[in-house]
């Protein structure tokens, strides 16, 4: 099992890493983070009529923990679960852009910039620029 155990970078402590909520869907299920949300991504889907996604940090990329699916023909769905790159998903730009700069900063410069297709974002710079410092230009988005 992967990121069972997360050790803090300042503290060297360990705790329990996101790993753990794979092994159990009713473990995720039962996080009131969900509940909580789940009104809040209803209400972002109604608006927006896309999808949404609720995803936390963890080992440096975006772990999803539940989503809301669009009723439109064309729409984006996710794995509850599954772990996303930050530099090239919607959910991974978003986690990086409000990120407080040291971290987003650390963060950019411990990914690895893989191509996924011929349209993935491959400079730490186009990165930087998706999540930049100024929140009103931040894009959250492919």
């Known amino acids: 099992m992967n990121n069972l155990a997360e050790q803090d970078e300042a503290t060297g ?3 329990l890493g996101i790993g753990v909520l794979r092994i159990s869907e ?3 299920n039962s996080f ?12 972002l889907v109604e608006t927006t009529q896309e999808s949404a996604h ?3 940090l963890s080992s440096g990329k975006a772990f999803i923990i539940d989503q809301v ?4 023909a064309m729409k984006v769905t996710a794995k509850i679960g599954k772990m996303e790159p930050l530099y090239c998903s919607a959910v991974g730009k978003c986690l990086l852009a409000y990120r407080p700069e040291k ?8 990914l690895k910039l893989k191509p996924f297709t011929s349209a993935t974002i491959t400079s730490r710079g186009s990165i930087g620029e998706t999540a930049g410092t100024d929140p009103e230009k931040r894009i959250c988005g492919r």
């Open 13 to 15: 402590k360990y705790k």
């Open 26 to 28: 009713r473990m995720i």
């Open 32 to 43: 009131d983070i969900i509940t909580i949300s789940r009104s809040f991504l209803n209400k």
């Open 54 to 56: 609720l995803c936390v």
């Open 69 to 72: 699916i669009s009723s439109e």
């Open 103 to 110: 971290e987003r900063n650390r963060l950019l410069d411990n």
